[in-house]
């Protein structure tokens, strides 16, 4: 429902309380930074970001490891993983994304992400909705999915992998047209695809869980697993990046795992509070010329207490391969790791903006600034005033008169006004007596669009 707008004095009034509120916001704002969104303070070129911390990650590993192990280390002792999902403001600051969804800008220029560093942590919620992953992983690799293309581009040969080039190979365009049969095995040629289910109870003290390779408990079709593990994972490094321009954020993060006991019973003990069953699908390029795993998993939680419901999750995950994790940890020449590191970070981020990509539409609100011309600035307004008076006149104002085109400065009473167009309102069942009681014309149901409106005025 439209509110046609009422008389002059209605809107100088409206105007008068919404600079008072515009005016205490601002001054709040400026006695309290923090009420700023603190989390959108530090845009980083994701690349070098992902760089930077692939470095600091073989630092961490490195001082993880007891100083009696000698180098070079052979066999896998941790990994690096980036995960999809939202980050959201921590607990008590309302349940929501840290940044609100849409390309940003600074300075006029597009902000592809923004590094989350500040206090309190933003709380990672893991995943992605069901439509998202359906859409980009159900197809595998029987047809050109959004998991395929982030596989293949251009590659240059540089110290044993390929540096990405935004621009799609022969390869890819060969690859990716149709789905024909001729297409999916040539993309089951150059891609593998590993498919397993594994079962995990969750909740035991110091973050244990227990892990059954397939079902469990296992169907009497199905193989009988003889022992579980008990295995623990320590966080040893993570880095937060939100990217307000695609549908979800990225979580990287540098963990080892410690396995307790190896020969879990098939009953598993006592004190888990979650059973999570994981069916996922991983792919490789066969050739090794990209270095990241990409996991795909639906996940189906089950509780300990049968009131709680059961759930269902959708994760998509990057890894960095072993071998190639050791290659990082190992390398000691400055300049070969300052190149791996820029090359890996390149191949996520390459695989990232295929799977999630980045919007390239920035909001108007981000770029708008103020216009330079103050006096065509004060006409434009004088502009609006004076459509505002002539519609509210009706049959009492014979001409419409503009202040554009006029030598002498416009009436200071008429550039009070911002906007002079209807007033859309959510329609309640308060409003039915103040229709009924309004002028003929009063008002009139219409779309109610979200987003901002803008006026235009030519001034000359």
Known sequence: MSKRP?????????????????NAEQAAQASNPASKNRYLSSPVPPESALASFLLQSRHAAKQFLPKEITFPITKPFCEIEARLGILKLPFGQRDRRVASSGPKSKDGKPVKAFHCHQQPNCVMESGVSRT?????????????SRVVPSFFCRCVAHVGFVLLQSEPGPMTLALGVTSSNADANKLKHELHEHEYVETVYTGYGNDGRVCYDGMHPPTKQGPQPAFGKMEYKDKLANMDLTIPAASYDMRISLSAEKILDDRVPIDPPA???????????SYTRRDKNIAWQIDVTEVTTSHADPNHPIEVDYEIE???QEKVM?????????????????????????ILSQINPLAEVIDAEETLRDHPNKRAVRLALAQCGALKKFMDGGANVASFSSPIGKAEEPPQGLSNLKFIGCMPINFSRHNIEEVQRSPENGYFLSEKTDGVRHFMIFTG
């Open 318 to 320: 990057m890894e960095l």
């Open 6 to 22: 009422g008389g002059f004095a209605d809107l100088l009034a409206k105007k008068a309380k919404t600079d008072r509120q515009t």
């Open 132 to 144: 998202h992953f359906l859409t980009w992983t159900q197809g595998g690799l029987v047809s050109f």
């Open 271 to 281: 004190g888990w509070s979650r059973k999570r069953v994981k069916r996922r699908r």
């Open 326 to 350: 050791l290659q990082l940890v190992n390398e000691n020449d400055e300049g070969r790791l300052q190149s791996l590191t820029k090359q890996l970070a390149s191949q996520l981020w390459w």
